[in-house]
Nanobody, 123 residues
Framework: QVQLVESGGGLVQSGGSLRLSCVPS????????MGWFRQAPGKEREFVAA????????YYADSVKGRFTISRDTAKNTVYLQMNSLKPEDTAVYSC????????????????WGQGTQVTVSS
């Protein structure tokens, strides 16, 4: 079992930045690919970014490419999502997830999920 705890959400103005953190516990962090997903009110959950076990490969949704950066620090046992140039349409609950299989953008493949952290971008 893997427990995931996100932090770093909040209220920010359009054009601002936030950095989300996700701390896994319970299993070896390096065994999992990690992903970030988001869900806005009334919308389906959507993929944001993913990073492979050794940080060699990253995937991004087209809507965040060039603005968001996913990274992982094995020493700190933490996954980050740096979000720059935020837009009101980025407003959502952001959740991190752990995947023990192949790196993927599909939420169905992820085995473990955090509770999420709210990000609100005002215009």
């Amino acid at each position: 079992q893997v427990q995931l705890v996100e932090s770093g959400g909040g209220l920010v103005q359009s054009g601002g930045s936030l950095r989300l953190s996700c701390v896994p516990s319970g299993r070896t962090f390096s065994n999992y690919n990690m992903g970030w997903f988001r869900q806005a009110p009334g919308k389906e959950r959507e993929f944001v970014a993913a990073i492979s076990r050794a940080s060699i490969t990253t995937y991004y949704a087209d809507s965040v490419k060039g603005r968001f950066t996913i990274s992982r620090d094995t020493a700190k046992n933490t996954v980050y999502l740096q979000m720059n140039s935020l837009k009101p349409e980025d407003t959502a609950v952001y959740s991190c997830a752990a995947d023990g299989g192949l790196l993927t953008t599909s939420a169905r493949a992820y085995d473990y999920w955090g509770q999420g952290t709210q990000v609100t971008v005002s215009s």
